[in-house]
Nanobody
Framework: QVRLVESGGGSVQAGGSLRLSCTYSSSTSCMGWFRQAPGKEREGVASVFTDAGTYYTDSVKGRFTISRDNAKNTVTLQMNGLKLEDTAMYYC??????????????????????WGQGTQVTVSS
């Protein structure tokens, strides 16, 4: 059974950087990060397929970078240029989907097989 363990997150001023890491017990084809702000639905942030192909939601393009290291069973989200609106609980996600689904906005919460416990990211002015 796949298990996900997250680390990183915290509080930072606008414009700063944070790095989230997620270690998984066994690999799945599609790994990603979602976030959920208070009163809002959980949304996809970025995803990465086994061939290292990536996808980013429009609001984080050019600021966030997702990567996976299959040898170390780790997926990382490097977040630069953080904005107030990036404040949310961030969740690591693992699932088995075709590449086209993984690397698109079709990767919605209902398609996720396993979630991490979540890590808080707070951006202040």
């Amino acid at each position: 059974q796949v298990r996900l363990v997250e680390s990183g997150g915290g509080s930072v001023q606008a414009g700063g950087s944070l790095r989230l890491s997620c270690t998984y017990s066994s690999s799945t084809s599609c790994m990603g990060w979602f976030r959920q702000a208070p009163g809002k639905e959980r949304e996809g942030v970025a995803s990465v397929f086994t061939d290292a192909g990536t996808y980013y939601t429009d609001s984080v393009k050019g600021r966030f970078t997702i990567s996976r290291d299959n040898a170390k069973n780790t997926v990382t989200l490097q977040m630069n240029g953080l904005k107030l609106e990036d404040t949310a609980m961030y969740y690591c996600a693992a699932t088995y989907t075709p590449r086209a689904t993984c690397l698109s906005r079709a990767l919605v919460p209902a398609r996720i097989y396993l979630w991490g416990q979540g890590t808080q990211v707070t951006v202040s002015s």
